[in-house]
């Protein structure tokens, strides 16, 4: 494995090295010092609404079992049996009353303690009582915060209101478009398997310049159906305005405006200004949820709400969040160069219908596996992935805009939407973490 100064030195001003890429033992390190200290996100409180709902989320190498028990409480628990080690959910998301073991049919309760072990009088002591040492492992933290629900797999660290504080206003504010304050999982969800590193999902996210090359091609027949067939209907407008405002000309990258935080999170924005994208006070939709936004906040409480434009929010490390379509994306790191994109969709309680039906089509548009923009990307990381291990050069630039990174409030570093200022900040985030103690 390499050593402490080994890895310090992967990550200097404006560039990175390639083995952040493609080297197995950097990925192992990855595994254990960053998804196993950080605060990581495993779903939503509406996702476990009655006692004995579950659901299971990847967390790093972990396989983690989010329950409801019978108190109220949500705790998370390790899928992994005490007796031999084997998985004993396979679903995704689900209710049960116990949950048993597969291989040798030991019963564990919602709060994962030891229930009942056929033959126990032939096991050793940790089999001998219901309820002793022989349940499902508890991960160490679990909270949440405004219903979004995130776990710690290591004892010591900051509390999840210190971790998410920088980027907590994007979260806030997502919550915040609800009239009611409160959002819930819509039911659908993609995921997708890439050919790439896990940290490339994550940087395009907030990568403004990439998207009039990568995406151009589904641009332009957006452009070219709208013209030859005089609008797309008016349930597809928004999304056609999406996908044609990937055409990004370079001089239009420094209208936009990107903010690397503390903790390595992050958010660009600029997109919502104008046009389809932008809050339309005439649209009779958008006038009854602004007219019950107001009822719940105020006229200028609403109006800040809705004022805020921001793209895609990073919390760091592996979580982006589309608050203007109630959209969030997680990648999940599977191996050096193999991640799951998993893509799920909110609703704002109280919000009209057809608002949730706006963000169903917004994940569907850009994150199933039928959808020309996901595939687009999904192209680029392999051909990223692929790149990065070939010629003499080892390293990977990311210097847009270093000279002209400027300074804004509470630890943020503020630029145009044509910087890296946010994916320097992932790395001086991931520095620090791969190079702790």
Known sequence: ??????????????????????????????MARIFERCWIYVGHE?????????????????????????????????????????????AHDGSAAT????????????????????????????????????????????????????????????DLAEFLAPIADSIDNFVDRSP????????????????????????????AAHAAFVHRSSAAVAKAWERDRGGFGENAEQIIAQIKSNDIPPQ?????????????HGHLGGFYREGKLAPQPDDPVFRAYRRDLTARHGAARA?????????????????????????????QPVAVDRSIVHAVCFRLKGA??????????????????ASLISQDDLAVFRRAQDGVRSGADPWIDFSRGAGIDYDVEDGKRGNSGASEVLHRAQYEMWQSLMTAA
């Open 352 to 369: 009209p219908e057809e608002m949730f039906r706006a963000s169903v089509r917004c994940l569907n548009a850009f994150n199933s596996p």
């Open 252 to 264: 239009r990258w420094r209208d936009l405006a990107v903010h690397g935080l503390r903790n390595g």
């Open 99 to 158: 949950f048993d073991c597969p291989y040798h049919g030991w019963v564990y309760g919602r709060d994962g303690r030891l229930v009942s072990v056929p033959g126990r009088e032939d096991y050793g002591a940790r089999a001998a009582s219901d309820g002793g040492e022989g349940g499902l492992q508890r991960v160490p933290a679990i909270a949440a915060y405004r219903g979004f629900v995130f776990v710690r797999l290591c004892e010591a660290g900051p």
């Open 303 to 331: 109006g800040e709400i809705l004022a805020l434009d921001r793209f895609n929010s990073v919390v760091y490390p592996n979580l982006t969040i589309n608050i203007r379509f109630q959209v969030l994306r997680q990648v």
């Open 46 to 90: 509406s996702q476990v609404a009655r006692p004995g709902d579950f659901i299971r989320a990847p967390v790093g190498r972990h396989d983690i079992l989010v329950v409801r028990g019978d108190d109220g409480a949500i705790v998370g628990l390790h899928n992994r049996c005490a007796h031999r080690g084997a998985q004993i959910v396979s």
């Open 180 to 207: 009611s304050g409160e959002v819930e999982y819509g039911g659908s969800r993609f995921r997708q398997l890439f050919r790439g590193n896990w940290k490339l999902s994550v940087e395009n996210g907030i990568d």
């Open 1 to 30: 494995m390499p050593d402490i100064d080994e890895i310090r030195a992967l990550v200097q001003p404006g560039r990175v090295h390639r083995r952040v890429y493609t080297d197995p033992d950097i990925f192992a390190l990855e």
